[in-house]
């Protein structure tokens, strides 16, 4: 029973991290799409802009998932 509760956990854990992953993808790619829309600059280049934000990079500014 204790492994079978562990199991259990830990797909639980995994089905989370999963999600929240699919989350930060879905927010990041609405945040590159607003940057090629409104900056006027390349995908790559806005891509390159949210690793930046996402990495600490550009002070002050940081995105909310």
Do not use: C, T
Request: proline share 2%.
């Amino acid at each position: 029973a204790d492994i079978e509760a562990k199991a259990k956990a830990a797909e639980a854990e995994k089905a989370k991290r999963e999600a929240d992953l699919e989350h930060r993808r879905v927010v990041n790619r609405a945040a590159v799409a607003a940057l090629v829309a409104s900056a006027g600059i390349s995908e790559k280049q806005a891509q390159e802009v949210i690793k930046a934000i996402h990495g600490g990079l550009i002070p002050r500014v940081s995105i909310s998932y």
